[in-house]
Each structure stands twice: as structure tokens, then as C-alpha cells.
């Protein structure tokens, strides 16, 4: 039976054709999980999906440690401007490579542990980066993203939980040198904020279960002391 060009549901043919002039691609980091395990893809989004709905209608929004820049995009949907940054110049250059001109952000090199970002941002988030920071350089990391942050500021953190490592995969186990406990990540933050608000977290979805099952915690702060 031949195919005619007519065929198919009409309404979408707009959209195809847009896509055919201008295709849609994935970075190293978003590219990898595709190919490596494909749900990890559903987790990531479901994590920056929670920051976009927390942040939504903010002004100036900083990310930190936006790898490929693959989950930047559904944030960029709530917010008025997005500054993300990575210490891996190859990772910006993919996150480059595939931005979108309809979904744009600023994307820059900037290794926060040598310092803040310049600027003043109404919130600050960084998932899948403190648990790649030594313990002894994590008030550094948190300092410098306090920073560049404004005195109404929020700051969003996401990290795989302790509990969760004996399930991880083994690239993860070699970068992973800081996890924490939700209870011992609530009191690392408390150090910094008055107001802690932790999430667990088991594959997407996002709740306030008990936290010893809990694969990832996410914490929402606000009120900088």
C-alpha cells in the first residue's frame, strides 16, 4: 500500500514540517542517558519540572552546574531570564549547540568554587552537583552561590540521598564523594537559611515521604541569614 502525503491526521503537519527545517537534538550529557538508560531522561526532567513550578515568574534565576543545558529549557518556560553555568567548557559548547531560539538562556563557563557568578538573582538552583563536591570544600560552594544571591533570594538543591548509593551505577559511584542524608542536608542548609523545606524524591516523583526511602532529596530555602 503506498503512502500518500495526505495521510495522517492533518493537524499536525505544521509542526512536522517545522521540525524537519529545524530539528531538535540532544546534548553529551542528556545524549548518553538516551542511549545508556532512557528513563533517566523522565527523572531529570521531573526535577527541573519541580524548580520550574517553584520558581515560576521569577526575574533573574541562576543555575549551577547546567551540564548540556538539556533540562534548562523547562525552567526557561517560568522564568523571566536564565544565567546557567558549567565549570566543563565541552558541556557549554553542547548546551550552545542545541539551545533553542524559542526557549534561549545565557549559558557560560564559570567554575563556581573559584567564586560567585556576577550578578544579583532572585533564586539559585543546582541539581546533581553538590554530591560531586568534597565535604571539606562544601561551605565554599554554598558561599559562593550566596553570592550572587539577592536578600529575598531562594535557593533550590538536588542531590541523590545516601540511602540511594548502593543502587548506583558505577560512573556515579566514582563521582559521587558527598551524599548526604535528607536530616543531614536539612542541617547543612540550616546554616545558611531560616527556612529549609525538604522534598524526597523516587524516580519522578516528587513527595514528602519518609525520607530513609527517599532515592533523592531536593531542599528549598529561603530566608538568607
Known sequence: ???????????????????????????LMSGWSWYDDPKRLG????????????????????????????????????????????????L??????????RWPFECKVHDIMQGSVEGEFDAAYSLDVLEHIP??????????????LAAHGIV????????SQSYASAHSQIGHVNCKDQKELKRFMERWFRN?????MNDEVVHTGF???SHYNICLCCGKK
Do not use: W
Not at 557549554?92 to 531560539?101: G, P, Q, T, V, W
Not at 533550590?156 to 540511602?163: E, K, M, R, W, Y
Not at 529549609?196 to 524526597?200: D, E, G, I, L, R
Open 196 to 200: 529549609v523545606f525538604m522534598f524526597s
Open 135 to 148: 565535604e571539606e570544600q562544601e561551605s565554599r560552594f554554598l558561599e559562593n552561590i550566596l553570592g550572587s
Open 43 to 90: 527523572f531529570l526532567l521531573a526535577r527541573y519540572k519541580f524548580v520550574a513550578k517553584m520558581l515560576v515568574g521569577l526575574d533573574q534565576v541562576l543555575e549551577i552546574g547546567c551540564g548540556d543545558g538539556f533540562g534548562t529549557r523547562v525552567v526557561a518556560q517560568a522564568v523571566g531570564h536564565i544565567t546557567a553555568v558549567d565549570f566543563d567548557f565541552e
Open 211 to 213: 525520607h530513609a526511602m
Open 92 to 101: 557549554i559548547n553542547s548546551a550552545k549547540s542545541i539551545m533553542s531560539d
Open 156 to 163: 533550590i538543591i538536588g542531590i541523590p540521598s545516601l540511602q
Open 1 to 27: 500500500m503506498t503512502a500518500h502525503s495526505d495521510s495522517g491526521e492533518k493537524q499536525y503537519r505544521e509542526a512536522f514540517e517545522l521540525i524537519k527545517s529545524k530539528p531538535e537534538h540532544l546534548g
